[in-house]
T-cell receptor
Framework: QKEVEQNSGPLSVPEGAIASLNCTYS??????FFWYRQYSGKSPELIMF????GDKEDGRFTAQLNKASQYVSLLIRDSQPSDSATYLC??????????FGPGTRLSVLP | SQTIHQWPATLVQPVGSPLSLECTVE??????LYWYRQAAGRGLQLLFY??????ISSEVPQNLSASRPQDRQFILSSKKLLLSDSGFYLC????????????FGPGTRLTVL
C-alpha cells in the first residue's frame, strides 16, 4: 500500500524563524509532489509543487525533493503567525490517484 | 480561470436520512473529479473519482455513492446516513492526465445526529 508519512506535530517556531516540514513516501515511482496548506475549518490550498530533484523557490517557500531518499520537504522562511496551519504533503504517480499524508500542524509563535 | 463550487457549505442531518452533495467546476473541460472525506483531526480519505461522464471508481466500500451526470458536475449521495458519515467532504479536480496539480473546493461540513 502506497503511503505518505509526516510528523503530526505540532511544530512550534518563533515568528521570523525558518519552519521545516518533512515528508517521506513509499512509492518509488512517484513523479510529482505537492504541498497544501489547510487552515482550521477550511479546505486545502495548494502552495507548492515540485517534479524534479533539487530545490524550488516561490517567495518565502522552498520545496526540496530527493527521489533517491524518497523525501520531500517544505521550508518556510521568515515564518509569520498567519502561516500557522496544517501542511499536507501529497504524492502523485502518473495514471494513479493522489496519496496524501496526515499533515503536520505548524504553530508560529508571535 | 478555473473555479470549483460545492454546496451546501454546512449540513446537519439525522441518522437514516438521505444525502446529496453537489460539486461543479467552471473554466475547464473533461476534468478528473474526486470526492474526499476528512474526519475531525484526520487525513484525507479518497472516496470516489471520475475520469468522465458516467465513469465512477470507488476507493472505499460504504453506504455512499457518486454520480457524474455532466462533464463538470459531480454528486455524492447516500440513501441512509450513518453517524460515521459525519465529516468534511471535499471535491477536487485535476486536468485529465499528466502531472497536473489538484485543486479543492470549499468543502461541505456534514454532521449526522
Amino acid at each position: 500500500q502506497k503511503e505518505v508519512e509526516q510528523n503530526s506535530g505540532p511544530l512550534s517556531v518563533p515568528e521570523g524563524a525558518i519552519a521545516s516540514l518533512n515528508c517521506t513516501y513509499s512509492d518509488r515511482g512517484s513523479q510529482s509532489f505537492f504541498w497544501y496548506r489547510q487552515y482550521s475549518g477550511k479546505s486545502p490550498e495548494l502552495i507548492m509543487f515540485i517534479y524534479s530533484n533539487g530545490d524550488k523557490e516561490d517567495g518565502r517557500f522552498t520545496a526540496q525533493l530527493n527521489k533517491a531518499s524518497q523525501y520531500v520537504s517544505l521550508l518556510i522562511r521568515d515564518s509569520q503567525p498567519s502561516d500557522s496551519a496544517t501542511y499536507l504533503c501529497a504524492v502523485h504517480n502518473y495514471g494513479q490517484n493522489f496519496v496524501f499524508g496526515p499533515g503536520t500542524r505548524l504553530s508560529v509563535l508571535p | 480561470s478555473q473555479t470549483i463550487h460545492q454546496w451546501p457549505a454546512t449540513l446537519v442531518q439525522p441518522v437514516g436520512s438521505p444525502l446529496s452533495l453537489e460539486c461543479t467546476v467552471e473554466g475547464t473541460s473533461n476534468p478528473n473529479l474526486y470526492w474526499y472525506r476528512q474526519a475531525a483531526g484526520r487525513g484525507l480519505q479518497l472516496l470516489f473519482y471520475s475520469v468522465g461522464i458516467g465513469q465512477i471508481s470507488s476507493e472505499v466500500p460504504q453506504n455512499l455513492s457518486a454520480s457524474r451526470p455532466q462533464d463538470r458536475q459531480f454528486i455524492l449521495s447516500s440513501k441512509k446516513l450513518l453517524l460515521s458519515d459525519s465529516g468534511f467532504y471535499l471535491c477536487a479536480w485535476t486536468v485529465a492526465g499528466g502531472y497536473n496539480e489538484q485543486f479543492f473546493g470549499p468543502g461541505t461540513r456534514l454532521t449526522v445526529l
